[in-house]
């Protein structure tokens, strides 16, 4: 696979430039989308023209997500981000703290896909894939921004799970503390 001009660039991060980068852009960045979506879109249902019981599921598996995702960020910003650049500013040892054991990456990867899955459900309930060629302003308005919250949060998952994680599991032996 080749790799994008904006993958080389990412190439380029340190370890605590993509914990910035992840804290300042995409975090804030998903949970002000989420939070669009939440008060606009899910309270103005009369913009989807659905059924009531759809509207409903969306809004509880939103919620859902919207605080699976805000635990996560707590918990990178929180714990990890800051454990990383406490840690591992230039040392090559193999010598993890357990904040990046391989567990607590594992767990992190399976709650992204916890998030996409949660998501896709409501992109479904929405039908959301649906709206690919209308002509409604509100609708488009309501498209766009859910397909640029899955464009952030799959980026976000990216930049975790093919930069960061897999430096920090070659770089200080995090396979081995399985």
């Known amino acids: 696979m080749q790799m994008t001009p904006a993958d080389e660039a990412l ?6 430039e993509l914990c910035t980068l992840i804290a300042n852009r995409y975090h804030s960045s ?3 989308a989420c939070n669009f979506l939440q008060e606009h879109v899910l309270h103005n249902t009369y913009i989807l023209s659905l ?3 759809n509207v409903e599921l969306a809004h509880v598996l939103f919620i859902k997500m919207q605080d699976e995702l805000k635990h996560l960020f707590l918990k990178e910003s929180g714990i990890l981000f800051p454990c990383i650049r406490k840690h591992f500013s230039g040392s090559d040892a193999c010598n993890a703290p357990r904040c990046t054991k391989y567990s607590v990456i594992t767990t992190i990867t399976e709650q992204h896909l916890q998030i996409l899955s949660l998501f896709n459900r409501i992109k479904r309930l929405l039908l959301i894939d649906d709206m690919l060629y209308i002509s409604n302003v509100s609708l488009k308005a309501c498209r766009d921004h859910f397909m640029a919250l899955e464009t952030d949060m799959r980026q976000w998952m990216y930049i975790e799970q093919t930069l960061l994680f897999p430096w920090l599991q070659s770089m200080y032996c995090i396979t081995a503390l399985k």
């Open 30 to 32: 998903i949970t002000q």
């Open 11 to 16: 190439q380029e991060y340190s370890t605590e």
């Open 51 to 53: 059924p009531d019981t």
